[in-house]
């Protein structure tokens, strides 16, 4: 995978991703898609309400206008009298704003009686089937849109029409008013453009202020998801912080998790060494009372106690590695403070030998585990080394790569050829009857380290002797 | 030889008893941590054996307050448990050496004897330095009175400094005086150790005289007491 695409790829995903994954995301698209929504409806209500309105207005001044032609008009001996109503605009030619005044023939066509100066003897336009809306609606007032008088000139019209009867004629006249509407639709435009403008900047600021409101708000479960991985890391023991009531509970149960595993395991430790005290001791006696009598019972007594004693042993490290696996959390133990109590008292117990340990380690190393496993693991190690040193044991420790940390036990005695470095890890394998122990140290720190996911390996030491390696998960710095 | 034995299994001490007896000790035996502290406080014991696992005082408890008191009795713990955390405690607590049970009684005695011949070592008067109190005998170098927990080499330093304590000794010296002939000789370890020595027993005490080499003086106010 190239770099930009591991990069790209979460930081899609985060965003358009499957919402359900991620609760910011879905906080965030929710509350967008309710804004935008709502603010969609406002803009929407409130053009078409601008728009309404100022047709009304419209509609009220074209009705003003027949209105005024209407009270003017009478029916004379020669037809229909019209005079010029006293409205300036609707005698200069063509200026917007007509009036006109006709009938429907007997053959249903339409005949224009009067009209407005403004009109310039054009006529306003009657489509065929206006007369029969306005006989349905007769006495009321019609408004609808025109394209204009003159098409070309692109000069749209807001017209009003009426059907009325005037005394002395008994067939009706049809009165009717146009205005120019370009100036309310240039209104209505800006107005729609003013408002939309306005609610997309409201609209791209509520969005902004969830999207903080949630990256603050849910601050706190960032925290602990932060503080759930340092634990993991072993960078902390527990969950610290106060949290929100909210998620305080959840924190809490975190940390009741981890005193339970901890109790788990410190309960099974607890349990083996209970286990191991009840049965070793009456070992020990058997094993001594065997060695007081030379008869063919005391020999039997003393060959079984030992394969007792090494059973024992082997289940003891068992459980004591399932405990181990089973936990895992949390721990963090400082390598030079292990290696340096050990040093100390190894040295103590072979100073007959005046075995030397020299010890390197950082100070900052930590091994992610337990203290009383890195001590099992590393005291066997060094013990078995100081047993079969001649006088050095080099122990040295440091990182390798990552999470991981590499301890190097070796000594300056004997060594072991490469067939029996394989063996001598297998339980129970005793190469030397002389020296003392169980034999059972390297095959202790084996399963320990596979529970933590490690590795032992042995080899030649350039000292002359045997050298350990092993590789152990380390604790973030 | 007079030997403490502190055990609560009653087989297992009339055995150790019997065994001990058989090598030549006199043997006096304890049953609990009680009996145990006030055998030990009264009596001039060459050696003890003590088990960690004991009714009413555990044997880390009585070991700590034996050392509390100045009591240097070599003592071999015996621990069933195995586990190194134990060991490591009861070495905290002041104990020479340790056997995990079961054991055999061959090696308990070759142990015992191992122990006897160090502690048996010239007996020379104990250093000060202030607070600091080294005694080449038991091998044990103490800050205030807190026992101070010291590799070979660490302790091998500190002695060499106490020995020679106001004066500036350089690395080369010390180098000289630390390794025998078939260690690698690297003047620049001389820092990791002085480094480790300074954080057991306080930096103060051990000054770096720049181009010189390092001093080991009481702390300032220490030089009544001392």
Same mark, same amino acid.
């Given at each position: 995978m190239t770099e930009a695409a591991a990069v790209s790829k979460p930081l899609r995903e985060r965003w358009?991703?499957?919402?359900?994954?991620s609760l910011t995301r879905r906080l965030i698209w929710l509350a967008s898609a309710w804004i935008v929504a709502a603010l969609m409806l406002t803009g929407w209500m409130l053009t078409s309400q601008y728009r309404e309105s100022a047709l009304r207005r419209l509609g009220n001044e074209l009705g003003d206008v027949i209105d005024n032609v209407l009270s003017g008009s009478s029916v004379g001996p020669a037809g229909l009298v019209v005079p010029e109503i006293k409205d300036a605009s609707t005698l200069r030619?063509?200026?917007?704003k007509y009036w006109m005044v006709g009938e429907v023939d007997a053959e249903g066509g339409f005949q224009v009686l009067a009209r407005s100066s403004s009109l310039a003897g054009e006529s306003l336009y009657v489509d065929t089937e206006l007369p029969d809306r306005l006989r349905n609606a007769f006495g009321d007032t019609i408004t609808y849109n025109d394209p204009g008088i003159l098409p070309e000139e692109a000069q749209p019209l807001r017209i009003a029409a009426s059907m009325k009867s005037l005394p002395g004629r008994e067939a009706p006249f049809v009165f009717m008013a146009g205005i120019e509407r370009s100036e309310i639709d240039a209104d209505t435009r800006q107005f729609a453009t003013f408002t939309w403008t306005a609610l997309l900047i409201l609209g791209v600021g509520l969005v902004i202020a969830v999207f903080l409101q949630v990256q603050v708000g849910l601050r706190p479960l960032f925290n602990l998801r932060v503080e759930i991985a340092n634990v993991r890391k072993g960078r902390a023991a527990r969950i610290a912080r106060d949290y929100p009531n909210e998620i305080q509970p959840l924190a809490e149960q975190v940390n009741r998790l981890l005193d339970h595993n901890q109790e788990v395991v410190e309960r099974q430790r607890t349990h083996v060494g209970n286990l191991a005290h009840a049965l070793k001791t009456p070992l020990s006696v058997m094993l001594a009372e065997a060695g007081t009598d030379a008869g063919p019972l005391a020999v039997v007594v003393r060959r079984q106690s030992e394969i007792m004693k090494g059973q024992v042993d082997h289940h003891l490290r068992r459980a004591r590695a399932a405990a181990r696996a089973a936990h895992g959390l949390g721990e963090r133990t400082p390598v030079a403070e292990v290696i340096d109590e050990l040093a100390v008292m190894l040295e103590r117990v072979f100073q007959s030998k005046d075995v030397e340990i020299d010890w390197r380690a950082p100070d900052d190393l930590a091994f992610l585990g337990e203290r009383q496993d890195l001590q099992e693991i590393l005291g066997n190690l060094i013990e078995n080394a100081c047993k079969w040193s001649t006088r050095r044991v080099r122990v040295s420790a440091g990182t390798s790569g990552l999470g991981q940390m590499i301890a190097v036990v070796e000594d300056d005695g004997p060594g072991l050829p490469a067939d029996q470095r394989e063996a001598v890890?297998?339980?129970?394998?005793?190469?030397?009857?002389?020296?003392?122990?169980?034999?059972?140290g390297l095959s202790i720190v084996d399963d320990l380290t596979r529970a933590y996911g490690g590795r032992l390996s042995l080899a030649a030491s350039d000292l002359g002797g045997l050298k350990a390696v092993l590789e152990l998960p380390a604790a973030e710095r | 030889m007079r030997v403490l034995l502190v055990e609560d299994d009653a087989d297992l001490s009339r055995q150790l008893k019997q065994a001990l007896g058989d090598a030549g000790y006199a043997v006096d035996h304890a049953a609990d941590g009680e009996e145990a502290h006030f055998l030990g406080d009264t009596e001039p014991y060459d050696v003890v054996v003590l088990d960690?696992?004991?009714?009413?005082?555990d044997g880390v408890s009585v070991l700590e307050r034996w050392r509390r008191d100045g009591k240097t009795t070599p003592v071999l713990i015996l621990t069933a448990r195995g586990a190194w955390s134990d060991k490591v405690s009861g070495f905290d607590a002041g104990a020479d050496d340790y056997l995990t049970k079961p054991f055999h009684t061959e090696e308990l005695l070759a142990r015992l004897r191992a122990l006897l011949r160090r502690s048996a070592g010239i007996a020379s008067a104990t250093l000060a330095c202030g607070g600091l109190r080294l005694d080449p005998r038991a091998a044990r170098a103490t800050v205030n009175g807190e026992p101070l927990r010291l590799t070979s080499l660490e302790y091998r330093l500190l002695h060499y400094m106490m020995m020679h304590q106001g004066r500036v000794i350089s690395r080369t010296e010390l180098v000289e005086h630390l390794y +025998?002939?078939?260690?690698?000789? +690297?003047?620049?370890t001389i820092e990791v150790f002085i480094g480790r020595l300074r954080k057991k027993v306080g930096s103060d005490r051990i000054e770096t005289v720049r181009g010189l080499g390092y001093r080991l003086t009481p702390l300032a106010g220490e030089f009544e007491a001392a």
């Open positions: 358009f991703g499957r919402p359900g994954r030619g063509l200026s917007g890890m297998k339980r129970g394998t005793r190469l030397d009857e002389d020296a003392p122990g169980s034999g059972l | 960690l696992g004991l009714p009413k005082i +025998d002939q078939d260690f690698d000789r +690297d003047s620049n």
